[in-house]
């Protein structure tokens, strides 16, 4: 089972910036991908952005431009850099793992908050 913990949300002004981190720990395996979902009330919970080990990313075009995804594969850490955030960007941002033999891992939830 791969435990993974988040850090770095709070509050921002709309324009500004926030850094979300998540740590991973456990059985992990490379081959992995690792990424940032969120979830703002009464909405499904949806992709953000993804990275494989290989440092391949892809993300929703909501963000494209914004938000740059990264990954330090010898820490087990990934980072979500957020630029220009939006009101439309407050949600609770979960980090998530996945690996085909080991199946997914979620992150407690980290809040964002963008005052307009």
């Known amino acids: 089972q791969v435990r993974l913990v988040e850090s770095g949300g709070g509050l921002v002004q709309a324009g500004g910036s926030l850094t979300l981190s998540c740590t991973a720990s456990?059985?992990?395996?490379?081959?992995?991908?690792m990424g940032w979902y969120r979830q703002a009330p009464g909405n499904e919970r949806e992709v953000v952005a993804s990275i494989t080990s290989g440092g391949k990313s892809n993300s929703a075009d909501s963000v494209k431009g914004r938000f740059t995804i990264s990954r330090d594969n010898a820490k087990n850490m990934v980072f979500l850099q957020m630029n220009n955030l939006k009101s439309e960007d407050t949600a609770v941002y979960y980090c998530?793992?996945?690996?085909?033999?080991?199946?997914?891992?979620w992150g407690q939830g980290t809040q964002v908050t963008v005052s307009s």
């Open positions: 998530n793992y996945r690996h085909y033999a080991t199946g997914a891992s």
């Open positions: 456990g059985r992990i395996f490379s081959g992995n991908v």
